[in-house]
């Protein structure tokens, strides 16, 4: 199973961004949990977003009103829509996925390779 994020980049403050995570492999049935989480120099990995398979979202204060996760089952695809970007967006993006591989194997994360995302102020 493959997480491959796309979409990061350099913007400026205020500016927008659009990530996209698409999972691949041996993947039985849908993703459940979807993610994205990020983590700044210095700093601790943290959860920007979370998306259930029912579309139940879980923001983290700090983005809340700016970012926007949606989801394509079909594609197994998760988006992040980053809007009115601060300087202190600035991280690598990671995204995950809580997915089976057959029917008879445990749920497990699975972890994207990280995008890059640098707001300029």
């Known amino acids: 199973v493959q997480l491959q994020a796309s979409g990061g980049g350099l913007v400026q403050a205020g500016g927008s961004l659009r990530l996209s995570c698409a999972a691949s492999g041996s993947i039985f049935g849908i993703l459940t949990t979807m993610g994205w989480y990020r983590q700044a120099p210095g700093k601790q990995r943290e959860l920007v977003v979370g998306?259930?398979?029912?579309?139940?979202?879980n923001y983290a204060d700090s983005v809340k009103g700016r970012f926007t996760i949606s989801r394509d089952n079909a594609k197994n695809t998760v988006y992040l829509q980053m809007n009115s970007l601060k300087p202190e967006d600035t991280a690598v993006y990671y995204c995950?996925?809580?997915?089976?591989?057959?029917?008879?194997?445990?749920?497990?994360?699975?972890w994207g390779q990280g995008t890059l995302v640098t707001v300029s102020s």
């Open positions: 995950n996925a809580n997915l089976k591989t057959s029917a008879l194997s445990r749920a497990q994360y699975y």
């Open positions: 998306i259930t398979s029912g579309g139940f979202t």
